[in-house]
């Protein structure tokens, strides 16, 4: 009879020790990000992106980031992307705001420093939220840049 008493005993103790392994794998650590491949690094992001608003127009303006080689990739290209807001949008300072890609410019036969330019129409009565992210020939997308409002 002992031998039974023990049995259920350790029983027990092994399926609490796999609930509690099972329970605590299932828990991680950090920010979770889309896959990279071996190997490949992604873009600098751009720092300085301006606006000049012009008219009913809005002409964005950054230059190409340089990149550090062992740590970066070179710049292939840009991604401009919008947000618009009604003013009822804009008076909810919680809620996500949503980018759309507007544009793609490639940064090809251009070297880091050099002023990339985008216009884009402003629709009245809206606010205008403007970013970019920039890629490597690969595809990569690197980190946004600083984000311009603007409103008409």
């Not at 008493?5 to 609490?16: E, F, N, Q, S």
């Not at 650590?29 to 720092?47: E, H, N, S, T, Y």
């Not at 550090?68 to 949008?89: C, H, M, N, W, Y």
Request: hydrophobic share 40%.
């Amino acid at each position: 009879m002992p031998s039974i008493r023990l049995l259920r005993k350790t029983g027990w103790v092994t399926a609490a020790c796999v609930g509690l392994f099972l329970l605590s794998s299932g828990v991680g650590c950090g920010r979770k990000l889309l896959p990279i491949q071996p190997g490949a690094l992604p873009p600098p992001a751009v720092a300085d992106l301006t606006h000049e608003v012009r008219g009913g127009d809005i002409l964005l303006s950054w230059s190409i980031p340089p990149f550090k080689p062992g740590k970066e990739s070179e710049v292939a290209g840009f991604k401009i992307l919008r947000a618009r807001q009604t003013v009822d949008e804009t008076e909810c300072p919680t809620c996500p705001v949503s980018f759309q890609v507007i544009g793609d410019i490639a940064a090809s036969g251009r070297h880091p420093g050099s002023r990339m330019k985008f216009r884009d129409a402003l629709e009245p009565g809206l606010k205008h939220l403007y970013k970019i992210t920039s890629y490597t020939v690969d595809g990569l997308a690197g980190k946004d840049s600083n984000t311009v409002v603007a409103a008409d």
